[in-house]
């Protein structure tokens, strides 16, 4: 039975909590995030060990090793792909054996033998189901990393790794966050060195002093009708998970799209009523990579785009202020001085996506937590894509 103040569309058992006004569930689980190190730490050991002695024999036999799912759970692989090539080879981009595939693609053509890791949060995604289901069938071995302790994908993974906490919001932020530290777990594993709970902690509590700067860069892209989302190598998943973010929270058309790319023609299509958040997070190995950033940002803020950037300390200098209007988000470099790049990119590029992202919401005046599913045609439209098993 319904309140006055509840429509009679929702249900509490299906939907995210229902509120009218800020703070938002999403704001919830990014506050929750600083303690899923240590809550992985006490859970996934053993699971993370299996793991990686599976990616060691498939490494050593030369098959592949696919790291599969879509949306949030997507970038959620491509992160985990790069995590996992950096602790086998020594960098998460230049070379290593593990390959993040679309699920869909991973259905339709499957890789014949070695592992396929499917990643999907609430474990209800039909595509990734079927793309483990596919690997079977070519050969492979499978495995899961998933917050559902019942989700339908559960029954084609033979081996599960599960995270401690489930996003309560369709927005999902810990189940981007999750799987990079489940990621982070096996590699850890895969090294034989002990998973750093604490420093991964530190880390993501010293995140939280970005939130305030990235609600101001926020207030400076507000007004925007459409943002360009531009990462390469390692700032690929969080270029991609910003303009995602960005769609479902704050509804504001986005593309992702690399830097280098950006410059190829996409920018005759933007003009003064666009955005453009550049990511450079890669440490100091990455100038050339930063230096492309900051071409970017000349050329987009010449057009007259609101432009902004995410930045790593390391790589602060080689931006110019000027070309970043809304301004400079830079991850602090302190508590996670002792990791890897690649963990510290992919994290701080996570936290600071989603603090960008809260500040948009709350400059838009929206909800996030139901990605627009309060509306009639945006609850029929899941209906219609098929994209996830049905609840059992």
Avoid at 103 to 119: F, K, M, V
Avoid at 144 to 169: M, N
Avoid at 328 to 343: F, K, Q
Wanted: proline share 6%; with cysteine; charged share 20%.
């Amino acid at each position: 039975m319904t309140s006055p103040e509840t429509p009679d569309w929702y249900d509490g058992a299906v939907f995210p909590e229902l509120r009218q006004a800020p703070p938002w569930v999403m704001e919830e689980m990014i506050a929750a995030e600083s303690a899923l190190p240590s809550q992985l730490a006490d859970t996934t050991g053993e699971a993370a060990a299996r793991l990686a002695a599976r990616i060691r024999e498939v490494v050593e036999a030369g098959d592949p090793l696919v790291v599969t799912g879509v949306g949030t759970s997507g970038h959620g692989a491509r992160a985990t792909a790069l995590i996992l090539n950096d602790a086998v080879s020594g960098s998460p981009v230049a070379a290593g054996p593990a390959e993040a595939r679309e699920s869909s693609d991973q259905e339709l053509a499957p890789r014949a033998r070695g592992l396929c890791l499917g990643i999907s949060h609430g474990g209800m995604t039909r595509s990734t189901a079927a793309a483990l289901a596919a690997a079977r069938e070519a050969g492979a071995s499978t495995a899961l990393v998933t917050a559902s302790t019942e989700g339908p994908v559960r029954r084609v993974a033979d081996d599960i790794l599960q995270t401690p906490l489930k996003d309560a919001s369709y927005c999902h932020t810990v189940g981007y966050v999750s799987p990079i530290l489940a990621a982070i777990s096996v590699a850890a594993a895969y090294r034989g060195s002990p998973f750093p709970a604490a420093e991964l902690t530190s880390y993501l509590q010293e995140l939280d002093s970005i939130r305030e700067v990235a609600a101001e860069v926020a207030s400076g892209l507000h007004g925007a009708r459409r943002l360009i989302a531009a990462g390469s190598l390692v700032d690929v998943p969080t270029a991609r998970e910003l303009a995602l973010k960005v769609a479902e929270g704050a509804r504001l058309p986005t593309n992702a799209l690399g830097v280098e790319d950006t410059q190829h023609g996409h920018l005759a299509g933007h003009d003064r009523d666009s955005a453009l958040v550049a990511i450079a997070t890669g440490g100091a190995e990455a100038r050339p990579s930063a230096d492309r950033v900051a071409e970017l940002l000349r050329s987009a803020r010449h057009i007259g785009l609101r432009t902004a950037a995410i930045v790593s300390p390391s790589l602060a200098d080689a931006i110019d202020p000027a070309t970043a209007s809304a301004g400079l988000v830079v991850l602090p470099g302190g508590a996670g001085a002792g990791l890897p790049d690649a963990w510290t990119s992919l994290l701080g590029g996570a936290l600071a996506l989603q603090h960008l992202t809260v500040g948009l919401v709350r400059a838009e005046g929206v909800n996030p937590d139901l990605i627009r599913r309060e509306e009639r045609l945006y609850r029929e439209a899941v209906a219609l894509s098929g994209a996830k098993l049905p609840r059992t």
